[in-house]
């Protein structure tokens, strides 16, 4: 029997993949469909200046990608993947809605209600990431047995249905709630929090009876460490709560009162690495492995300040600074952000034959995410040229934000499904879930980053990085991240025979 089911394994993906890319398409339709108008929302309607606006940005990003820490460590101790998702996923639903509720009243309430409602629907959709995010991306994984040539290859795919999402999402809020009429904002949230009710419903549906491992066996589910107690109804709806009202004081004291983001994310990383290295049952060889993950880890805070400008200071230059009329009709700024997603779907299958084509000679991991790095540089020089010289109150053409996305994306396919596939392939099973919060706590440590940069837009103003580097214009803050990200680049190119190294050891 085993020898029958072998060809079938290696030459097709399990119908589980399929459910898992349907579940994180319809996730990220919310997350992004949202992320699409959220600096609009705070700049136009709350009034919120661009630097106040941007910071908050990137605590509440950075706050979505550090909260999975704490869900893959309950999930895979006591909850399961898929409890985790579903009780995710309808956290993050409330979320939307109460940033419904706080888009159709912000112009008639109390200024304190409307910031309850703001703060209070932010942090219902950073509890709730936290559980959904990385138990999804490590169910592609355990779809597969160890060493199967194919997990690159669904990684891929599994990243064409984030990007499917991400494509419609912007689209689809932007259409109704990005009208040039703050008002219509609320029907952006509202919209996203149906995506991701609709989410939670293939999970519900579909898991039992797709998502199984190579051996046959439903995946996902309770884990054998877990007690009766922990995951009583009374605990886990208790859990949630407690934690999104954790995560509303989180964001709102970052935003508002002491900017502590970056040291809980230094002491994330270092709790997490001495909890895996101090572990005995580990071997020194899994522990070299485990290392190439921090080490890869780091590099991608550069890639992802950078590239996640998208959703702060980027938006800012599509709303204020790019032609956007298509004949008489006034493209939306929002619209932008799902150009990325658009050449992710585009161009991802042809990242998926080459890095199979390519056989033996296909390059390392590490290599191929310095070579993403690279394209992200040569991306910011683009559209760097683009603004040079243009007088302020100057439009350029949409053909500078598009070939940017485009270069982002061709880098972005290099560097992110690599890396998740890289997390999967080096991590102990024990710690599977756990290094999967460590990539996207480097996430966290971006997003974060990112706002602290689109703070740094000079909007008619001389702004600083550092007190070292002074920008004036587009043009010098654009070549911020032409520097950042080709140095990165290169070091890491430098290390890449190290790495292999360590892999391998």
Known sequence: MKEMNVPKAQTGHPKGLYVLFATEMWERFNYYGMRAVLILFMTKALLFDKAFASNLYGSYTGLVYITPLVGGYISDRYWGNRRSIIAGGLIMAI????????????????????SLLFFSGLGFMIAGNGFFKPNISSLVGQLYPKGD??????????????????????????????????????????????????????QVLFHHKYVKGSDGEVIGLTPATSTKLSTSPIMIVGGLLAFAFLAIVLIYVD?????????LLIAAVTFIAIIIFSDKTLSG????????????????????????????????????????????????????????SVFVVSFAPLFAWLWVKLGKNDPSSPTKMAWGLLLLCIGYLWIAFGVKNVQPGIKVSMI????????????????????LSLVNKLAPVKFASLLMAVWFTANAFANKFAGVLSALYPDNRTTNFLGIYEMTDLYSFFMLFVAMSGIAALILFLLTKQLQKMMQS
Not at 400 to 419: D, Q, R, V
């Open 95 to 114: 979320g939307e809605f109460i940033l419904f509720f706080c888009g159709s009243m912000y112009h008639s309430a109390a200024p304190q209600i409307t």
């Open 149 to 202: 040539r194919r997990i690159d290859s669904a990684y891929t795919i599994f990243y064409m249905g984030i990007n499917v999402g991400g494509a419609f999402g912007p689209l689809a809020c932007g259409f109704f709630g990005d009208t040039g009429n703050p008002a219509d904002f609320k029907w952006a949230f509202l919209i996203g929090g149906i995506g991701m009710l609709l989410s939670v419903l293939v």
């Open 255 to 263: 935003a508002n009162i002491f900017n502590y983001l970056f040291y």
């Open 285 to 340: 060889r899994e522990k070299s492995k485990v290392s190439v993950v921090f080490i890869v880890s780091f590099f991608v805070i550069f890639f992802w300040s950078a590239f996640e400008q998208a959703g702060a200071s980027l938006s800012f230059f599509a709303d204020e600074q790019t032609d956007r009329n298509l004949g008489s009709f006034l493209v939306p700024a929002s619209f932008f952000q799902s150009l990325n």
């Open 400 to 419: 500078w934000l598009t070939g940017m996305y485009a270069l982002h994306t061709c880098g972005e396919l290099c560097l992110s499904p690599i890396g």
